[in-house]
């Protein structure tokens, strides 16, 4: 099984989380921003204009972000490399693939890291049945959560302290 690429590519991305996260004012944001709304330091080339000054102009939060590699995956195997930038009428297709995809990664993510521990074999099936599950849909479910949340539940039985 081959799963995606789980950290953020940033060059392969049209900056989803700039236009498809919100943010509210405060330790983390120096500004209010609604989701669906460009982050006014997002550059026409999808890169920050401040980039390199995000912690001391209040962007801790952007600096903290990862989605897991959801934005690159939507961008280059959903849409094929085109932006919503150059083709606005991609915007609400692309913010709605992504915020559906950035959990399922986030999910991954934390299989992965399940998976460095000396799982019980019925776990480490299950953690590779949700792999496999999870890497192949592009939108989550009821039964998928409860299934990762049962599973996170008996891992974490078998792993505490």
Do not use: Y
């Amino acid at each position: 099984m081959e799963l995606p690429e789980l950290t953020s590519d940033c060059s392969n991305c049209a900056a989803l989380c700039c236009l498809g996260m919100s943010f509210q004012k405060g330790d983390d944001f120096a500004i209010d921003k609604a989701s669906g709304t460009p982050c006014p330091n997002l550059g026409f080339d999808h890169r920050c204009k401040i980039h390199s000054t995000l912690k001391d102009d209040g962007f801790e939060g952007c600096i903290k972000f990862d989605c897991a590699g959801a934005g690159q995956r939507v961008t280059q195997m959903r849409f094929n490399g085109e932006s919503w930038q150059d083709s606005p009428e991609l915007l609400f297709a692309m913010m709605r693939d992504f915020e559906n995809l950035r959990p399922l990664h986030e999910r991954m993510v934390q299989l992965e890291e399940a998976g460095k521990h000396a799982l019980p074999e019925d776990l480490e099936t299950e953690r590779l049945a949700l792999l496999t599950r999870t890497a192949r849909i592009w939108a989550d479910t009821d039964a998928l959560k409860r299934r990762f949340n049962t599973f996170l539940t008996a891992v974490a039985k078998v792993t505490a302290p």
